[in-house]
């Protein structure tokens, strides 16, 4: 499983953001996050237990300083500063001041960068994690299924998990984010079979954009499997008939 042990790193090459920085929140040896979905690429949380020590301002601040430094003085090209990393970005307490920060250093080096979370939607709920996420370029907020069991299936929340209340959440605001969906299909779940339902959720969040796409790593379920990018593109050719603007990846 792919594990990432710096605070800050890359860039790395993306297929949805191009040349992304990469920004670690949660620990370097370990993964931090309140989903466990069925492929995600830093393998089951039970697995990453050994490390629970999340990164502060202060150790951001330092890291990304050297980090943009030695970026600008190679000629290293930045597309995105990206929030990814071992598990769920929102969920560390210092994120609101670490956005702010990030900002700033975007702002005095890569001022053409884009600044991108990828997140799973379920602190939108806290009023400071919801206002990072709207000084954000890109709030990018993941719904991978339009009905509770699918989730439940698919990225085994932690605790309460309410479908309606994370739509509530993502409608406040007011489609100036990106909604993210992993197209999969095994025993349990068939993105395909749903995608009626997750349309009409589309239509009720208008997103600004949609990026779709589908397995490209290892994942710790086994039996899963892809979409092609076909098959993907006549899912939602509805929705791109209809003007929404769609990204769709294999």
């Not at 989903?35 to 202060?58: A, I, Q, S, T």
């Not at 806290?126 to 698919?154: M, S």
């Not at 076909?230 to 003007?243: F, H, I, K, S």
Request: net charge negative; charged share 30%.
């Amino acid at each position: 499983m792919l594990q990432f042990d710096e605070i800050v790193f890359g860039p790395i090459r993306s297929r949805r953001l191009g040349s992304s920085l990469g920004i670690n929140l949660l620990p370097a040896k370990g993964k931090f996050c309140n989903f466990d979905c069925v492929y995600c690429e830093c393998g089951w949380n039970k697995d990453g237990l050994n490390d629970r020590h999340l990164p502060g301002v202060d150790d951001l601040r330092e890291a990304l300083e050297a980090k943009l430094s030695k970026c600008i003085a190679e000629g290293t090209p930045i597309d995105s500063i990206t929030f990814s990393g071992n598990g769920e970005p929102t969920l560390n307490p210092d994120f609101a001041k670490i956005v702010d920060v990030v900002i700033e250093k975007r702002d005095k080096y890569y001022p053409g960068a884009v600044v991108s979370v990828l997140s799973n939607a379920t602190m939108l709920g806290d009023v400071n994690v919801a206002a990072a996420l709207r000084k954000v370029d890109n709030a990018i907020l993941k719904l991978d299924a339009p009905f509770r069991e699918g989730v439940l299936a698919v990225n085994r929340p932690a605790g309460p998990w309410e479908l309606e209340t994370v739509l509530r959440n993502m409608e406040s605001f007011e489609g100036k984010f990106v909604l993210q969906t992993m197209f999969l299909k095994w025993d349990e779940f068939d993105s395909s079979k749903h995608v009626a339902g997750w349309m009409d959720i589309v239509r009720r969040l208008k997103p600004r954009e949609i990026m779709v796409y589908t397995l490209d790593r290892e994942t710790p379920q086994k039996g899963l499997v892809k979409f092609s990018v076909e098959e993907m593109t006549e899912l939602v050719r509805p929705l791109m008939e209809e003007g929404f603007k769609i990204q769709i990846k294999g």
